[in-house]
């Protein structure tokens, strides 16, 4: 049996099933159309939880329903279509490979433009392929790195990855 804990200021997890239940009943409106019903459980999910907490909600629901129709590359082409077509604002969504600069984020780094870099974060919901730029950037440098250089950056990466004793 696996022990649930429990994070300060968690709902408890009937309340979370509870939510979800109230999100679904409001994306199935929305889904058939039913704008009475629609409007009625939006004026009472809003009315019993903050904003930002229904939009994770309906969020969690959408991604299930991706993940359970839909392979996992097929249902990521889904959504970067979806993503697409949404209304270019200041940042633009990038979702595909030829947006996703790697190159763009490690200038921005390493010059120390904090806004750059969260710009160009917030523009990349589909971090595959930026995350995929970066690993393909480090395998590029660990070569001009001195061994002692790279056993440091191993030894810091193994003590954050491993378990906090239990009496700490």
């Known amino acids: 049996m696996v022990a649930a804990h429990r994070l300060a200021g968690e709902l408890p ?4 099933e509870e939510a979800k239940g109230r999100a679904a009943t409001l994306l199935l409106a929305f889904r058939h159309g039913n704008q009475v019903a629609f409007d009625a459980a939006l004026d009472r999910l809003l009315a ?11 969020a969690w629901i959408a991604a299930e329903a991706v993940r359970k129709a839909y392979a ?13 077509r949404a209304p270019q604002d200041e940042i ?6 030829e947006s996703a600069d790697a190159a ?3 200038d921005a780094v390493r010059a120390g433009r904090v806004s750059a870099v ?11 392929f930026l995350l995929g730029g970066l690993l393909q ?6 070569p001009l790195l001195a061994e002692d250089e790279v056993d440091e950056v191993l030894a810091e ?3 954050r990855q491993s378990p906090v004793p239990a009496g700490v």
């Open 13 to 16: 997890a009937q309340r979370v």
């Open 48 to 58: 019993d939880q903050a904003e930002r907490e229904v939009v994770t909600l309906l």
């Open 72 to 84: 996992p590359e097929v249902g990521d082409r889904v959504l970067r279509a979806l993503a697409r």
């Open 92 to 97: 633009g969504v990038l979702v595909d490979e």
């Open 104 to 106: 763009q984020l490690i």
């Open 118 to 128: 969260r710009q160009l974060v917030a523009a990349t919901p589909d971090t595959t």
């Open 137 to 142: 950037a480090v395998a590029m440098m660990l």
């Open 157 to 159: 990466l193994r003590l």
